[in-house]
C-alpha cells in the first residue's frame, strides 16, 4: 500500500484547511484508515480514524468538533476536513491504514501498517 498526503499549508488561526490522502496498492475499502500528526520535539500523536466503510469515526478530543474526517472508496481518498484550527494544530499530518486490526476503528500507532510521507501544517497566530 502505498499512500499519498498532500494539502498542508501556512495559515491562520481560525481558518481551515483539507487535507488529502491518496491511497494505491490493495483495495482501499478493505482497510481502516487514520490521520496522526507529529510537532516538533513531540511524539506522533493520533486526530482521527475512519472504519473500512466509512461509517464510523473516531477523534482525538482536541479535535473532535473541529476536524472532520471522511473517504471515499471510489476514489481511494481518505479527507481531514480541519476547522477552526490552532496554533497547537501546527505540526506534520500522516496519513496511515490499518490492514490487519481487528478494532473497527483504529486509534492507537501501532495498529496501523502503512504510513503517508507526512505534510505539513502551521498555523500561526
Known amino acids: 500500500v502505498q499512500l499519498q498526503a498532500c494539502g498542508g499549508g501556512l495559515v491562520q488561526a481560525g481558518d481551515s484547511l483539507r487535507l488529502s490522502c491518496a491511497a494505491s496498492?490493495?483495495?482501499?475499502?478493505?482497510?481502516?484508515m487514520g490521520w496522526f500528526r507529529q510537532a516538533p520535539g513531540k511524539e506522533r500523536e493520533f486526530v482521527a480514524a475512519?472504519?473500512?466503510?466509512?461509517?464510523?469515526?473516531y477523534y482525538a478530543d482536541s479535535v473532535k468538533g473541529r476536524f472532520t474526517i471522511s473517504r471515499d472508496n471510489a476514489k481511494n481518498m481518505v479527507y481531514l476536513q480541519m476547522d477552526s484550527l490552532e496554533r497547537e494544530d501546527t505540526a506534520v499530518y500522516y496519513c496511515?491504514?490499518?490492514?490487519?486490526?481487528?478494532?473497527?476503528?483504529?486509534?492507537?500507532?501501532?495498529?496501523?501498517?502503512?504510513w503517508g510521507q507526512g505534510t505539513q501544517v502551521t498555523v500561526s497566530s
Open positions: 496511515a491504514a490499518d490492514l490487519t486490526g481487528w478494532r473497527t476503528v483504529p486509534y492507537l500507532l501501532g495498529e496501523y501498517d502503512y
Open positions: 496498492g490493495r483495495t482501499f475499502s478493505s482497510y481502516a
Open positions: 475512519i472504519s473500512r466503510s466509512g461509517g464510523s469515526t
